[in-house]
């Protein structure tokens, strides 16, 4: 059974922070590379940031600086520190299993319930 269930949204002030937990299954994080992806309201969904299995990360220029992208293996779960938050980082943020090949990412078709964040005063 594949299972990735994303927690720790909510409403931050602009300028504020929050971490984003993600808890996977053994099956699909084993090996494989994660990600965080976004989704606001009528937007398409976005990709975030992404780790190898080794630990290499990459970012979307949006989020450089500000987001850090984390996983413990022992654990099955990645995490997403987001600092500096904006009002234009409200969206539903999804995890994600996949593969990376330096920078490239590939999804797998497997994606969580997502959680809300809201950046707002």
């Known amino acids: 059974q594949v299972q990735l269930v994303e927690s720790g949204g909510g409403l931050v002030q602009p300028g504020g922070s929050l971490r984003l937990s993600c808890a996977a299954s053994g099956s699909i994080f084993s090996d494989n590379a994660m990600a965080w992806y976004r989704q606001g309201p009528g937007k398409e969904r976005e990709l975030v940031a992404t780790?190898?299995?080794?630990?290499?990360?990459n970012y979307a220029d949006s989020v450089k600086g500000r987001f850090t992208i984390s996983r413990d293996n022992a654990k099955n779960t990645v995490y997403l520190q987001m600092n500096s938050l904006k009002p234009e980082d409200t969206a539903v943020y999804y995890c994600?299993?996949?593969?990376?090949?330096?920078?490239?990412?590939?999804?797998?078709?497997?994606w969580g319930q997502g959680t809300q964040v809201t950046v707002s005063s």
């Open positions: 994600n299993a996949g593969r990376k090949y330096g920078s490239v990412y590939i999804a797998f078709d497997y």
């Open positions: 780790i190898a299995s080794g630990g290499m990360t």
